[in-house]
């Protein structure tokens, strides 16, 4: 079993960055994707971005295209969210996630999560 902790949230004003980090324990960290999701208030939890267990492919939703990466260092068992020109709609709880089963977009395939971390972004 792996345990995700969130961190690297907070507030921040439209057009600047934040970075957050996903700490895992556990042994299967290096082998299996990520991925980052997010639940804005009132409204389902979305997808954001994966990255493969190598860290070789990375894919994102259209909404960050551009502006967020992923990234992830299997040594340091951590993965990693940069948000750039962060605007108010990217404001929502952001939850790391790995070992999908299914399609990776969908939060139903993800077996194990982390408790999220609160980013607001002011207009």
């Known amino acids: 079993q792996v345990q995700l902790a969130e961190s690297g949230g907070g507030l921040v004003q439209a057009g600047g960055s934040l970075r957050l980090s996903c700490a895992a324990s556990?042994?299967?960290?290096?082998?299996?994707?990520m991925g980052w999701f997010r639940q804005p208030p009132g409204k389902e939890r979305e997808f954001v971005a994966a990255?493969?267990?190598?860290?070789?492919?990375?894919f994102y939703a259209d909404s960050v295209k551009g502006r967020f990466t992923i990234s992830r260092d299997n040594a340091k068992s951590t993965l990693y969210l940069q948000m750039n020109s962060l605007k108010p709609e990217d404001t929502a709880v952001y939850y790391c996630?790995?070992?999908?089963?299914?399609?990776?977009?969908?939060?139903?395939?993800?077996?194990?999560w982390g408790q999220g971390t609160q980013v607001t972004v002011s207009s």
């Open positions: 556990g042994r299967t960290f290096s082998s299996d994707p």
């Open positions: 996630a790995g070992d999908p089963d299914g399609t990776y977009t969908d939060p139903v395939a993800w077996s194990y």
């Open positions: 990255i493969t267990w190598s860290g070789s492919s990375t």
